[in-house]
Nanobody, 125 residues
Framework: QVQLVESGGGLVQPGGSLRLACAASGRTSSIYAMGWFRQAPGKEREFVVAISWSGGSTRYADSVKGRFTISRDNAKNTVYLQMNSLIPEDTDVYYC??????????????????WGQGTQVTVSS
């Protein structure tokens, strides 16, 4: 079992930045990749970005390319999401996710077996 805890959300003005962190515990050796999804009330969970745990390869949603950067610290079992040039459309609850299997589509929420509790990001003046 893997447990995930997100932190770093908050209120920021348009154009500002936030840095989210997700700390993993438990059977972290089983993690194949980790990623971030976001979800607005009444909407489907949306893929943001993912990173493989060993090779560090990444995949970004088109909506965040050039603005968001994912990174990892394997020694700390932690993944980060640096969010720059934030716009109001980025306002969502952001969820950290982890997958243990190579099977499944990277952008599909069902591929990920482990989820954090979510952290609120609000972009508003």
């Amino acid at each position: 079992q893997v447990q995930l805890v997100e932190s770093g959300g908050g209120l920021v003005q348009p154009g500002g930045s936030l840095r989210l962190a997700c700390a993993a515990s438990g059977r972290t050796s089983s993690i194949y990749a980790m990623g971030w999804f976001r979800q607005a009330p009444g909407k489907e969970r949306e893929f943001v970005v993912a990173i493989s745990w060993s090779g560090g390869s990444t995949r970004y949603a088109d909506s965040v390319k050039g603005r968001f950067t994912i990174s990892r610290d394997n020694a700390k079992n932690t993944v980060y999401l640096q969010m720059n040039s934030l716009i109001p459309e980025d306002t969502d609850v952001y969820y950290c996710a982890a997958r243990a299997s190579v099977l499944g589509q990277t952008r599909a929420a069902g591929t990920y077996a482990y989820w954090g509790q979510g952290t609120q990001v609000t972009v508003s003046s």
